[in-house]
Nanobody, 124 residues
Framework: QVQLVESGGGSVPTGGSTRLSCVGPGRMFMTYSMGWFRQAPGKEREFLGGINRSGGGTTYADSVKGRFIVSKNNAGNTMYLQMNSVHPGDTATYYC?????????????????WGRGTQVTVSS
């Protein structure tokens, strides 16, 4: 059973920054493409950004482009989401997910493994 574990959530002031982490087993992220999603109460799950298995390619949703950065470490077992200039609309539960292949990274149905999520609350 592959387990992904997110951490780094909490309360962040408007305009502030925080970094989320997603840890997976072994060198999993060298095999799988990875993505970050979020879901706020009463809203659909939203793709935020993703990174391919080589780490050389990233893609972002327009809603976070220029504010959020996806990266991963060289060991291939941790992915990050750097969140900058946050606002109350960023309040949600944030999830990381893993998939094979790198096309249509925003398609949540293509992801095979999901973490349980970490809550981020942006205070005004």
């Amino acid at each position: 059973q592959v387990q992904l574990v997110e951490s780094g959530g909490g309360s962040v002031p408007t305009g502030g920054s925080t970094r989320l982490s997603c840890v997976g087993p072994g060198r999993m992220f060298m095999t799988y493409s990875m993505g970050w999603f979020r879901q706020a109460p009463g809203k659909e799950r939203e793709f935020l950004g993703g990174i391919n298995r080589s780490g050389g390619g990233t893609t972002y949703a327009d809603s976070v482009k220029g504010r959020f950065i996806v990266s991963k470490n060289n060991a291939g077992n941790t992915m990050y989401l750097q969140m900058n200039s946050v606002h109350p609309g960023d309040t949600a539960t944030y999830y990381c997910a893993a998939r094979l292949g790198g096309l249509h990274m925003g398609d949540g149905s293509a992801y095979r493994y999901w973490g349980r999520g970490t809550q981020v609350t942006v205070s005004s």
